[in-house]
């Protein structure tokens, strides 16, 4: 009898592993792409990420999948919503039965829905989300290949305090966990260089900014940064261009979303000289996997460039399908380990993660912020110096290691 | 803020006496048996301007509540309540900086004709259909829209009037065709709940509508080009412009004020429309059946006047009307499928405070949304929250509203959606 138990008990966990094994590798493999996709999101640099994504896919089946299975990249809406994050990312892992999710652009996504794939022990590579407290919270499953906002921004500053005889600059931000670390950031280091900062913070749908332009104008500033992502980046820009205060009256540093060069010019068509910040490897820098996929990317969308964002998603996709290859398993915690120890060569750079379980951040004196961050995210600036100029063609003007041109400030 | 005690005191001074006024003057009208419908609003504004002084002649003596009576406590409050802030924030540029002030007025003046615009188009439809078109603002998108287009990719070098007037077309028999469709059974008695009914199948167009767009047109933003340059203009001289100077984009007047050439261009555009449109309203046939119908339906219908069609005629011109705002600014503002949504939001606002279903009241609704604006965006002193709370501005005009007077400024007292006054 007791025998007979046994042999039943050892039966039981055969099928039982069977049945998980045949549930991990059953085909295909889904993984999740988080984007936003309505208002108030930013839909313009969503439809790219999700352009991307889906790139990314196709060229990950054309070289043989994942685990022998093909990869299927579920796309969630998350209209740049906090709520509506936490809700795409529990019906991603609990109906679609995705093993891991990428992509993100707004950093409130980022915030919102980590703790969900976390709790659900499956793992997470946020393509464009910048906030700090999303790695720093120092969770297994959460990883990120975007810049951290505290770091990003000081290259807003230090950019900022090159500009001659500057003493004031006005921030425009919008009040979201992205936009507001940011521009205290930024504050806090044009502090350090003895230069004032006023912020205006927006709700991320205002269309009009008339009345904050005035305002900004009375301030006289010497310099103005905007951290808004989506067309109010480019509302704000050529509606203070229309005001006198544009990037052709003082020195302007548009929002990242000026980067889709063609959008850019046509919405602000009086913006030439604005700087933009760039996330990755300059385009002059480009291997050959990244010129590969801005074809791809400009003949899917029929857009100019492909830009930083749409980058990320594509190798926040990539990276997870590696990590699962190497893995062998679907499994969350395998492919966690598999993160952890992966170098992949992706189309902003080598992507590794060197802080995590086996290493934490402190043991290099870092913040909790690193971990399981990508530390060699390129940050440029680069200035539109000719009306219609592509980004990939814009002058990078900071840092000198990536400068191809000298920065031009107007009204100097 | 300098000295934050003058201003909360004296604010908290004017709620209280608001208060008392408001619930004060409502129990001396109704003892004495006589209309109470604006007593609320005419005590709180007396007691907030002026405090027991002005309160208590009025509780004693009890007068007719005329439009003056309203208006110049009203005016009063606001007086009181800008002179206490000039007091406790005297280096605010609401306060200090002239120039600043009346840049802001003229950028409320103008944004606020235009919110008043957008609005008259859901007045006209709730003051004939009674029912509030949730697909208002996929109209003023697709005025963009198809402005875009025309001006752009279909047809450049098309000239923008005639583009307009496509635009406005469409919209209007875009509008013609869903009220005959899916807005008949409404009056035909074959919905039980004709309202609700009314609202679902208007949000409904306005998700076909969004994603129909976003699926042909993409979701990248869209902007067209200026559609008229401004002359070029010097007064009173070249060498000393001070009082008017153009350039194609910008007007300067008194070396201060700078309005740009979309938002100026579309504000005298919603100006003539909507002369034209009282006219239509006020002088023709058409416009006067429309107005019969909004006031007794079945009246209208003994007198000869089909309903029914002025019932698509209403949800047709509504739309047009949203179309044409979108249609102006979409040279000015970056369009996208969803951009509707907040010029929609505001439109709700403006329609309760002016009035449910009065023209007039969305024009005049419209413009105080734009001032309370222009001046909540200027003068809070804290530029990171004065700009963050736009959205938050009409509400709390929205919100005063239906606490002093429900039936909003130029509403009438029993104002249903069918029966608001035209």
């Given at each position: 009898?007791?025998?007979?138990?046994?042999?039943?008990?050892?039966?039981?966990?055969?099928?039982?592993?069977?049945?998980?094994?045949?549930?991990?590798?059953?085909?295909?493999?889904?993984?999740?792409g988080?984007?936003?996709?309505?208002?108030?999101?930013?839909?313009?640099a969503?439809?790219?990420?999700?352009?991307?994504?889906?790139?990314?896919?196709?060229?990950?089946?054309?070289?043989?999948?994942?685990?022998?299975?093909?990869?299927?990249v579920?796309?969630?809406?998350?209209?740049?919503?906090?709520?509506?994050?936490?809700?795409?990312?529990?019906?991603?892992?609990t109906?679609?039965?995705v093993?891991?999710?990428?992509?993100a652009?707004?950093?409130?996504?980022?915030?919102?829905?980590?703790?969900?794939?976390?709790?659900?022990?499956?793992?997470?590579?946020?393509?464009?989300?910048?906030?700090?407290?999303?790695?720093?919270?120092?969770?297994k499953?959460?990883?990120?290949?975007?810049?951290?906002?505290?770091w990003?921004?000081?290259?807003?500053?230090?950019?900022?305090?090159?500009?001659?005889?500057?003493?004031?600059?006005?921030?425009?931000?919008e009040?979201?966990?992205?936009?507001?670390?940011?521009a205290?950031e930024?504050?806090?280091?044009?502090?350090?260089?003895?230069?004032?900062?006023?912020?205006?913070?927006?709700?991320?749908?205002?269309?009009?900014?008339?009345?904050?332009v005035?305002?900004?104008?009375?301030?006289?500033?010497?310099?103005?940064?905007?951290?808004?992502?989506?067309?109010?980046?480019?509302?704000?820009?050529?509606?203070?261009a229309?005001?006198?205060?544009?990037?052709?009256?003082?020195?302007?540093?548009?929002?990242?979303?000026?980067?889709?060069?063609?959008?850019?010019?046509?919405?602000v068509?009086d913006?030439?000289?604005?700087?933009?910040?760039?996330?990755?490897?300059?385009?002059?820098?480009?291997?050959?996997?990244?010129?590969?996929?801005?074809?791809?990317?400009?003949?899917?969308?029929?857009?100019?460039?492909?830009?930083?964002?749409s980058?990320?998603?594509?190798?926040?996709?990539a990276?997870?399908?590696?990590?699962?290859?190497?893995?062998?398993?679907?499994?969350?915690?395998?492919?966690?380990?598999a993160?952890?120890?992966?170098?992949?060569?992706?189309?902003?750079?080598?992507?590794?993660?060197?802080?995590?379980?086996?290493?934490?951040?402190?043991v290099?004196?870092?913040?909790?912020?690193?971990?399981?961050?990508w530390?060699?995210?390129?940050?440029?600036?680069?200035?539109?110096q000719?009306?219609?100029?592509?980004?990939?063609?814009?002058?990078?003007?900071?840092?000198?290691?990536?400068?191809?041109?000298?920065?031009?400030?107007?009204?100097? | 803020?300098?000295?934050?005690h003058?201003?909360?005191?004296?604010?908290?001074?004017?709620?209280?006496?608001?208060?008392?006024?408001?619930?004060?003057?409502?129990?001396?009208?109704?003892?004495?048996?006589?209309?109470?419908?604006?007593?609320?609003?005419?005590?709180?504004?007396?007691?907030?301007?002026t405090?027991?002084?002005?309160?208590?002649?009025?509780?004693?003596?009890?007068?007719?509540?005329?439009?003056?009576l309203?208006?110049?406590p009203?005016?009063?409050?606001?007086?009181?309540?800008?002179?206490?802030?000039?007091?406790a924030?005297?280096?605010?540029f609401?306060?200090?900086?002239?120039?600043?002030?009346?840049?802001?007025?003229?950028?409320?003046?103008?944004?606020?004709?235009?919110?008043?615009?957008?609005?008259?188009?859901?007045?006209?439809?709730?003051?004939?259909?009674g029912?509030?078109?949730?697909?208002?603002?996929?109209?003023?998108?697709?005025?963009g829209?198809?402005?875009?287009?025309?001006?752009?990719?279909?047809?450049?070098?098309?000239?923008?009037?005639?583009?307009?007037?496509?635009?406005?077309?469409?919209?209007?028999?875009?509008?013609?065709?869903?009220?005959?469709?899916?807005?008949?059974?409404?009056?035909?008695?074959?919905?039980?709940?004709?309202?609700?009914?009314?609202?679902?199948?208007?949000?409904?167009?306005?998700?076909?509508?969004?994603?129909f767009?976003?699926?042909?047109?993409?979701?990248?933003?869209?902007?067209?080009?200026?559609?008229f340059?401004f002359?070029?203009?010097?007064?009173?001289?070249?060498?000393?412009p001070?009082l008017?100077?153009?350039?194609r984009?910008?007007?300067?007047?008194?070396?201060?004020?700078?309005?740009?050439?979309?938002?100026?261009?579309?504000?005298?555009?919603?100006?003539?429309?909507?002369?034209?449109?009282?006219?239509?309203?006020?002088r023709?046939?058409?416009?006067?059946?429309?107005?019969a119908?909004?006031q007794?339906?079945?009246?209208?219908?003994?007198?000869?006047?089909?309903?029914?069609?002025?019932?698509?005629?209403?949800?047709?011109?509504?739309?047009?009307?949203?179309?044409?705002?979108?249609?102006?600014?979409?040279?000015?503002?970056?369009?996208?499928?969803?951009?509707?949504?907040i010029?929609?939001?505001?439109?709700?606002?403006?329609?309760?405070?002016?009035?449910?279903g009065?023209?007039?009241?969305?024009?005049?609704?419209?413009?105080?949304?734009?001032?309370?604006?222009?001046?909540?965006?200027g003068?809070?002193?804290?530029?990171?929250?004065?700009?963050?709370?736009?959205?938050?501005?009409?509400?709390?005009?929205?919100?005063?509203?239906?606490?002093?007077?429900?039936?909003?400024?130029?509403?009438?007292?029993f104002?249903?959606?069918?029966?608001?006054?035209?």
């Amino acid at each position: 009898m007791k025998r007979f138990g046994l042999l039943a008990a050892t039966a039981i966990l055969a099928l039982a592993a069977y049945s998980g094994a045949a549930e991990a590798q059953s085909c295909p493999i889904k993984i999740g792409g988080l984007t936003p996709l309505s208002a108030p999101g930013a839909v313009g640099a969503g439809e790219g990420m999700r352009a991307a994504m889906l790139i990314a896919e196709k060229d990950i089946n054309a070289a043989g999948g994942i685990l022998g299975c093909d990869l299927k990249v579920i796309i969630a809406d998350t209209e740049g919503l906090p709520e509506k994050a936490s809700a795409m990312m529990e019906k991603l892992i609990t109906q679609d039965g995705v093993v891991a999710v990428g992509g993100a652009y707004h950093s409130s996504v980022g915030v919102a829905s980590k703790d969900v794939a976390n709790n659900r022990k499956i793992p997470v590579v946020f393509a464009e989300t910048w906030n700090d407290t999303i790695t720093g919270d120092k969770q297994k499953f959460i990883f990120r290949i975007a810049p951290l906002s505290s770091w990003a921004s000081s290259t807003l500053w230090q950019a900022a305090l090159l500009v001659p005889n500057i003493k004031k600059v006005a921030i425009l931000t919008e009040n979201t966990d992205y936009g507001i670390p940011a521009a205290q950031e930024t504050s806090k280091g044009l502090a350090s260089g003895g230069v004032e900062a006023v912020t205006f913070s927006v709700d991320i749908g205002t269309q009009d900014y008339a009345g904050i332009v005035e305002r900004m104008k009375a301030e006289k500033p010497d310099y103005i940064i905007v951290l808004a992502t989506g067309e109010a980046g480019y509302n704000f820009a050529q509606q203070a261009a229309d005001a006198g205060m544009g990037p052709q009256d003082i020195p302007f540093q548009a929002g990242q979303v000026a980067l889709e060069s063609k959008a850019y010019w046509e919405n602000v068509p009086d913006g030439n000289f604005a700087f933009v910040q760039r996330i990755g490897t300059p385009a002059n820098l480009w291997s050959e996997k990244a010129l590969a996929l801005n074809e791809a990317y400009k003949a899917v969308t029929n857009r100019g460039v492909i830009e930083s964002y749409s980058m990320e998603a594509y190798d926040s996709i990539a990276i997870l399908a590696q990590a699962i290859n190497e893995a062998g398993t679907t499994d969350g915690d395998a492919i966690v380990a598999a993160l952890e120890g992966i170098s992949h060569e992706g189309t902003l750079g080598r992507i590794y993660f060197p802080y995590g379980t086996k290493k934490d951040p402190s043991v290099d004196g870092k913040g909790d912020e690193w971990w399981h961050q990508w530390p060699d995210v390129a940050l440029t600036m680069i200035q539109y110096q000719e009306e219609g100029q592509s980004s990939v063609d814009a002058p990078i003007v900071w840092p000198d290691a990536y400068k191809t041109g000298e920065p031009i400030y107007v009204n100097q | 803020m300098e000295f934050p005690h003058i201003f909360w005191g004296v604010f908290g001074w004017m709620i209280f006496w608001a208060v008392t006024g408001s619930i004060a003057t409502r129990y001396f009208y109704l003892r004495r048996d006589l209309d109470t419908s604006n007593a609320p609003f005419v005590g709180a504004m007396l007691g907030a301007s002026t405090g027991p002084i002005g309160l208590v002649p009025l509780c004693l003596n009890t007068p007719e509540l005329t439009t003056r009576l309203m208006v110049m406590p009203a005016l009063a409050s606001v007086g009181v309540l800008m002179i206490a802030f000039g007091f406790a924030d005297p280096e605010n540029f609401c306060v200090a900086n002239g120039s600043f002030v009346a840049s802001q007025i003229v950028n409320g003046l103008i944004i606020g004709i235009i919110y008043g615009f957008m609005a008259l188009g859901l007045t006209l439809i709730f003051s004939i259909l009674g029912v509030v078109s949730f697909a208002h603002g996929e109209f003023y998108m697709i005025g963009g829209m198809i402005t875009y287009f025309l001006t752009k990719v279909w047809l450049p070098g098309i000239n923008p009037i005639l583009a307009i007037s496509l635009a406005c077309l469409a919209a209007f028999a875009i509008g013609a065709a869903f009220e005959r469709m899916f807005l008949t059974p409404m009056y035909e008695g074959k919905v039980d709940r004709p309202v609700e009914y009314g609202i679902l199948v208007t949000f409904g167009l306005a998700f076909t509508i969004q994603y129909f767009v976003q699926a042909t047109a993409g979701a990248n933003p869209l902007k067209a080009s200026r559609y008229f340059d401004f002359p070029r203009i010097r007064l009173p001289s070249s060498a000393d412009p001070w009082l008017i100077k153009t350039s194609r984009g910008n007007m300067e007047l008194f070396e201060t004020i700078s309005i740009s050439n979309p938002r100026f261009t579309a504000a005298v555009m919603c100006i003539i429309v909507f002369g034209a449109l009282m006219f239509f309203l006020h002088r023709t046939w058409t416009g006067k059946a429309l107005r019969a119908v909004s006031q007794d339906r079945e009246a209208a219908a003994i007198a000869g006047i089909n309903p029914d069609r002025m019932n698509m005629l209403a949800f047709a011109l509504g739309g047009m009307i949203a179309a044409l705002a979108g249609a102006m600014l979409v040279q000015a503002f970056s369009w996208l499928p969803q951009v509707g949504a907040i010029p929609a939001m505001r439109s709700f606002v403006i329609l309760v405070l002016g009035g449910l279903g009065s023209i007039p009241g969305a024009f005049v609704g419209g413009v105080i949304v734009g001032l309370f604006e222009a001046a909540g965006t200027g003068c809070l002193p804290d530029p990171q929250k004065a700009a963050s709370y736009i959205p938050a501005y009409g509400m709390i005009i929205l919100t005063l509203t239906l606490l002093l007077r429900p039936t909003g400024l130029f509403g009438r007292r029993f104002a249903t959606g069918a029966h608001g006054k035209f």
